[in-house]
C-alpha cells in the first residue's frame, strides 16, 4: 500500500500562502489571549478544587445551588471522570489563609456546603489546593525550559547540518508551539502542567519530522547538482511526504486513544499533543524548507556549488561546507 | 548464518531478562505469585496520582531564623555591656536582620566598640549620629543562615514523617528560591494529623516566671515597659475541669533549657492522671537545667510551647534529667506533642503553598483509564500497521513489544515512578516507536522500487535511515532533558518514560527488526518479493 507516492507538489510555490495562514491562525490566538485571556489551571492561578462522590449523581445546577450562599458565581462545577463514578469537580478561586497552616479552610467550606444541601451521601476523593505563589514560578520555569529546549535542538542541528536548517526547524517549532497555544485558547483547554509538559514534548517531537525531511534535502543536493535549492527541496519534501502523513498518524492514533480512554486529568495533555502533531506535521511540510530559502535571502543557487555533506553513512566525518555570503540573485520558485 | 543465529540469541536474551524484571512482577503482583524477593525488589513505583496520598508544598519562612539570629546577637551584646558597665538608652530590632543601639554615652564609645567586637563577625556596623550604632547581618551569612533553616526544616520534617510511619514518603527541597519543601506521602489517609504535625514548630522553652500569673498583659508591665531581658507570654489558666481563661505570665527571655537539650519525649499522665508528655534531657541539659532550679527553688517554671505557656508549676527541688509538660491536652494531642518534640524543633515557622490529597479511587481511576488508553492506541497502531505493511507490520509490531517490554524493565531497574503522564508517556512512545519502522519501511520501498533486490534493499533502507534516526532522537532527548529539568512529580515520570522510551526504541527499531527480517529471509534462498 502506498499512499503520496510520486508526488510532485510545489510546496515552496505556497510559502507565502502558508505562513500568511499561520500567522492568522497565530494571531487570532492571540487575540482570543487578550480578550479572553488563558484559562489558567490551578497550578498557575491558585484556587481551590474539590472531587466529590456522591451516592445518587445530583444534577450540576443542584450542586451550584448548594455553593451559591457560599461562593456566588465564582464556582466551576464539572462531572468528573466515568458518569458511573459519580463524580463532581467544584472549582473554587479561594484558597484559605497562607499563614496558619489552614490553607484548605475553602475546601472545608465546599465540603460543607455540598454535605448540608440535601444531597445524599457524599465523600470527597481527592482536592487539589494551590496558593496564590506557586504559580509565577512555575510560569518562568516552563517558558525557561522551553527556550532552552530550543536552544539545544538548534545547537545539534546547526551541528550536524548546517546553520540555516536550524533556523528553519526551530522556527518551524515555535510556530508549533503558537498555533498549539492558539489552539488551546480557542477551545478554552486550561493551562495545567500536564499540558505544559505536552507543549515540551510537542517541541520535541515536531522536530522529527523536519530531520526527516532535512536529511533528504542534504541526500539531494548531492544527487541534484544542476537544480535549484528550490527543486531540491520540493523534491526531498514530496519523496519523505509519504512517511511524514504516517509517522504523523501513528503518533496521532496515540494520541487521540488518550484523549478518548485517558480520563478527565489527560485530556488536556492528549489535546495539545494532538494538535501538536498535526500542526507539527504542516510546519515540517510548509514552514520549516520554505525558512531555510527564506534565510538564505530567497535566492537559492545552483546546488552543485554549496553541496553540503551528503546523508547516510558517510556524514559523521564529511567536512562541512563553507556558507557562501554572495550569491546570484534567483528566484526561489525553481522546480 | 552464524551472525544471525549470536543476534537472534541476544534478542532473546533481552527479552527474557527485560521481561523478568519489568513485566513479571506486576503480573506476580496483580495474581499474587509468590516471587523471589530479589525479583521483586526492584519494581517500577506507582507515583502519588496512582496510588494516593498527599502532596504538601511547604515554604520555609527563613525571616524566622534570621531573626531569632539577630535577637540572640542583640542579647549577646545587652549581656556584654552590662557585664562592663555600659549603659545605653535602648537596643531594638529593626527588621529580622537588623538591630540598633541606641544611646551610647560619649565616653564610653571606645568601650562599647570593644564590647560589639565579638557581633562584627556576623554582622556590619554603622555609627549614626547621638551614639547610634546600626548592627546589619552581613549577606553571606544571611544567605548561609537561610540555606540552614531550609535545611534543618527537612531534616526535622524527615523526622517528623517516619515518626508517622509512612511508608516511601518523599521529602525534598525545591523552588528557584530555595525555600520551599515538597513532602510526598503516599497512603497517607490522616491528612490533617500529618499536616498538623509536619507545621507544628514545636519549639519547647523552659523559663523563668517573674511575675504572673495576670489577667491582663498590662498588669504586668513595670513603667509601661516590659523590662530589659524579660517578655510577657500568653497561656491558660485553670486546673482540673475548670474553663480556661487566657492568663499571661512574665518570663526571663532566654530559655534555662529548649528543645535542643531533648533525648526523648514520650506521652504520660500528670499527677491528676490527665493525659501529658514526659520528656528527658540530654546530659547536657540536663546539668543547665540542674543548675537552674537549684537556684529558683520555689518559683515557678514556665514550660513553653511554640511562644504559649502551658503550665508554669513550682519548683520543688532540683530537677535535673526529667520533667512533664502538662496542660490541657487530648490523648491524640500528647501523641502529636510526643511525635514532635522528638523529632525536634522546626528553626522557623512554615506555610502551605500547596496541597494535595489524591483519594485511593481516584488513583485507581486513573490507573484503570490509563491502561485502558494503553490497549486502545496498542490496538490502532496494530491495526494499521498490519493493514499498511502488511507481514512487515508484524516485524514492527514484535519490534514494538520488545520496545515496551524494555521500556518497563528500564524503569523497574532505575526504581522510576509511574505516574499519570508517564502512561501518558507510555502511550506516545508506542505511536513514536513505530515512526522509525516506518521510516525504515519507506526507504525499503524506495529501494525496492529502484529494482534492487529485496536483501539489498532492506540493508540500504537500515543503513540510510540510521543517522537520520538518530538525529530525530537526539532532538527529541534533548528537548526530554529540559522537560525533566522544568518538572515535579508526574512531570518527571512523563520525562523519564519518554527518555527511556526513545532510548529502548533506538535499539528495537534498528536491532530488533532488522533481525527479524534476516531470520525471516533466511529459509529462502531467492528472495523475490516482500510484503511491505
Known amino acids: ?106 475546601a472545608e467550606k465546599v465540603e460543607a456546603a455540598l454535605r448540608s444541601a440535601n444531597l445524599g451521601n457524599v465523600k470527597t476523593v481527592g482536592t487539589e489546593i494551590v496558593g496564590p505563589a506557586v504559580g509565577k514560578d512555575l510560569t518562568t520555569k516552563g517558558i525557561q525550559a522551553t527556550i532552552l529546549s530550543l536552544i539545544g535542538i538548534l545547537a545539534y542541528i546547526a551541528f550536524r547540518y548546517q546553520f540555516s536548517f536550524a533556523v528553519g526547524a526551530v522556527v518551524a517549532t515555535l510556530h508549533d508551539l503558537l498555533v498549539t497555544l492558539a489552539f488551546l485558547a480557542f477551545f478554552r483547554y486550561d493551562l495545567t502542567l500536564n499540558v505544559i509538559a ?28 544542476r537544480d535549484s535549492l528550490g527543486a531540491v527541496i520540493n523534491t526531498a519534501i514530496n519523496q519523505t511526504l509519504g512517511r511524514t502523513i504516517i509517522t504523523a498518524g501513528t503518533t496521532l492514533l496515540a494520541a487521540i486513544a488518550l484523549f478518548l480512554f485517558g480520563g478527565e486529568v489527560l485530556r488536556g495533555f492528549a489535546f495539545t499533543m494532538i494538535i501538536g502533531v498535526i500542526t507539527g506535521t504542516y510546519s515540517s511540510v510548509f514552514v520549516a524548507a520554505a525558512i531555510v530559502t527564506i534565510w538564505r535571502g530567497k535566492a537559492p543557487t545552483r546546488a552543485a556549488t554549496r553541496a553540503p555533506a551528503v546523508a547516510g553513512d558517510t556524514v559523521a566525518s564529511a567536512p562541512q561546507q563553507p556558507a557562501r555570503k554572495s550569491k546570484p540573485p534567483r528566484k526561489a520558485r525553481a522546480s | 548464518m552464524q551472525n544471525l543465529r549470536w543476534k537472534v540469541v541476544t534478542a532473546v536474551v533481552v527479552l527474557v531478562v527485560f521481561t523478568a524484571v519489568g513485566v513479571y512482577p506486576i503480573v506476580a503482583n496483580r495474581y ?35 531573626r531569632t539570629d539577630t535577637e540572640g546577637e542583640s542579647e549577646r551584646l545587652r549581656e556584654s555591656l552590662r557585664s562592663k558597665g555600659i549603659t545605653v538608652s535602648a537596643i531594638n530590632m529593626v527588621s529580622p536582620t537588623e538591630f540598633r543601639v541606641e544611646g551610647v554615652p560619649q565616653d564610653k564609645d571606645a568601650a562599647f566598640r570593644e564590647a560589639a567586637i565579638e557581633a562584627d563577625t556576623n554582622f556590619s556596623r554603622a555609627s549614626g549620629v547621638g551614639g ?64 498538623e504535625i509536619i507545621r507544628s514548630t514545636g519549639l519547647l522553652e523552659l523559663k523563668i516566671v517573674e511575675k504572673g500569673p495576670a489577667a491582663s498583659r498590662e498588669s504586668l508591665l513595670e513603667a509601661g515597659a516590659v523590662p530589659q531581658g524579660m517578655e510577657i507570654l500568653p497561656g491558660t489558666s485553670g486546673g482540673l475541669g475548670e474553663p480556661g481563661t487566657t492568663v499571661y505570665y512574665m518570663v526571663k527571655r532566654v530559655a534555662a533549657v529548649n528543645g535542643n537539650d531533648l533525648r526523648s519525649a514520650r506521652p504520660s499522665l500528670d499527677e491528676n492522671g490527665r493525659p501529658a508528655v514526659a520528656f528527658t534531657l540530654s546530659n547536657d541539659g540536663a546539668r543547665k537545667f540542674g543548675r537552674v532550679t537549684g537556684e529558683n527553688i520555689g518559683r515557678q517554671l514556665a514550660i513553653v510551647l511554640d511562644g504559649r505557656v502551658q503550665s508554669a508549676p513550682e519548683i520543688q527541688g532540683r530537677i535535673t534529667t ?211
Do not use: C
Open chain 2, 132 to 195: 547610634t550604632y546600626t548592627f546589619t547581618m552581613k549577606p553571606n551569612v544571611q544567605i548561609a543562615l537561610r540555606e540552614e533553616a531550609v535545611d534543618q526544616a527537612r531534616q526535622t520534617i524527615e523526622r517528623r514523617v517516619d515518626e508517622l510511619g509512612v511508608t516511601e514518603p518523599s521529602i525534598a527541597e525545591q523552588g528557584s528560591a530555595g525555600d520551599q519543601i515538597l513532602v510526598q506521602l503516599p497512603g497517607v489517609t490522616d491528612v490533617n494529623r500529618a499536616k
Open chain 2, 32 to 66: 499474587g505469585i509468590t516471587t523471589p524477593s530479589w525479583l521483586m525488589d526492584r519494581q517500577i513505583k506507582l507515583g502519588l496520582d496512582l496510588k494516593g496520598g498527599v502532596h504538601l508544598v511547604l515554604r520555609v519562612q527563613t525571616d524566622d531564623a534570621l
Open chain 1, 198 to 225: 505536552a507543549i515540551l514534548a510537542v517541541t520535541g517531537y515536531s522536530t522529527n519530522d523536519t530531520i526527516v525531511i532535512f536529511d533528504r534535502v542534504r541526500e539531494n543536493l548531492r544527487a541534484m547538482r
Open chain 2, 322 to 532: 526529667d520533667g512533664r509538660i502538662s496542660g490541657s491536652f487530648t490523648q491524640e494531642e500528647v501523641q502529636n506533642l510526643s511525635v514532635i518534640l522528638r523529632s525536634g524543633a522546626l528553626p522557623a515557622s512554615l506555610t502551605y503553598l500547596e496541597e494535595r490529597t489524591i483519594g485511593p479511587s481516584l488513583g485507581a481511576d486513573s490507573i484503570r483509564s490509563g491502561v485502558l488508553a494503553s490497549i486502545a492506541g496498542l490496538l490502532l497502531i496494530i491495526a494499521f500497521m498490519l493493514i499498511y505493511y502488511k507481514l512487515s507490520g508484524l516485524n514492527a509490531i514484535i519490534a514494538l513489544a520488545f520496545n515496551l517490554i524494555i521500556l518497563l524493565g528500564l524503569m523497574a531497574y532505575i526504581g522510576a515512578v509511574m505516574t499519570l503522564p508517564g502512561i501518558a508517556g507510555f502511550v506516545l512512545t508506542m505511536g513514536i516507536g513505530v515512526d522509525s519502522n516506518v521510516l525504515i519501511f519507506e526507504r525499503i520501498k524506495e529501494e525496492l522500487a529502484a529494482q534492487r533486490g529485496v536483501r539489498a534493499s532492506i540493508n540500504a533502507g537500515f543503513s540510510r535511515v540510521f543517522w537520520t534516526l538518530l538525529d530525530t532522537h537526539v532532538a527529541a532527548l534533548i528537548s526530554a532533558a529540559f522537560l525533566f529539568q522544568f518538572g515535579t512529580g508526574p512531570i518527571r515520570g512523563f520525562a523519564v518514560t519518554l527518555t527511556l522510551g526513545l532510548i529502548s526504541n533506538l535499539f528495537t527499531a534498528i536491532f530488533v527488526s532488522k533481525t527479524l527480517f534476516e531470520l525471516a529471509l533466511s529459509r529462502r534462498h531467492q528472495v523475490a518479493s516482500l510484503s511491505i
Open chain 1, 1 to 106: 500500500m502506498h499512499i503520496f507516492q510520486n508526488t510532485h507538489f510545489d510546496f515552496l510555490r505556497w510559502r507565502w500562502y502558508a505562513i500568511a495562514f499561520s500567522w492568522a491562525i497565530i494571531l487570532a490566538g492571540l487575540g482570543v489571549i487578550l480578550t479572553k485571556g488563558i484559562p489558567l489551571g490551578i497550578e498557575f492561578a491558585g484556587g481551590t478544587v474539590v472531587i466529590s462522590q456522591f451516592d445518587q449523581m445530583p444534577s450540576i445546577q443542584q450542586v451550584r445551588t448548594a455553593l451559591d450562599r457560599s461562593f456566588g458565581q465564582a464556582a466551576v462545577v464539572q462531572a468528573y471522570g466515568d458518569p458511573s463514578l459519580r463524580q463532581v469537580m467544584v472549582r473554587v478561586p479561594e484558597v484559605g489563609a497562607e499563614s496558619g497552616g489552614s490553607l484548605s479552610a475553602a
